[in-house]
């Protein structure tokens, strides 16, 4: 079992920038990799970015690229996802994830987190 805390939320203008943090803990035997998912007021949740958990290969949205980047610290067991130029679409709730599969479909992610607010004013 994987057990995940998102942190780094905020309000922030357009135009700046946010660091969001997703720590791990618990087992990673059948982790692939972790992703980065968010889900604004009536819409469904959509893929943003992942990372593959050994080889820390990352994958981004086409649209984030250019924006927003991920990494891991190994030491910590920890994800980031990095918003730069940040804009008032991007504004919802970000939730980490991870799956035994490389996926970015969010029905093959069993592990969330509790999520954590980005609002982006205009």
């Known amino acids: 079992q994987v057990h995940l805390v998102e942190s780094g939320g905020g309000l922030v203008q357009a135009g700046g920038s946010l660091r969001l943090s997703c720590a791990a803990s618990g087992r990673f035997v059948s982790v692939y990799n972790v992703g980065w998912f968010r889900q604004a007021p009536g819409k469904e949740r959509e893929f943003v970015a992942r990372?593959?958990?050994?080889?820390?290969?990352?994958d981004i949205a086409d649209s984030v690229k250019g924006r927003f980047t991920i990494s891991r610290d190994n030491t910590e067991n920890t994800v980031y996802l990095q918003m730069n130029s940040l804009k008032p679409e991007d504004t919802a709730v970000y939730y980490c994830g991870t799956s035994p599969r490389p996926s970015r479909n969010i029905n093959e992610y069993d592990y969330w987190g509790q999520g954590t607010q980005v609002t982006v004013s205009s």
């Open positions: 990372i593959f958990w050994t080889t820390y290969i990352a």
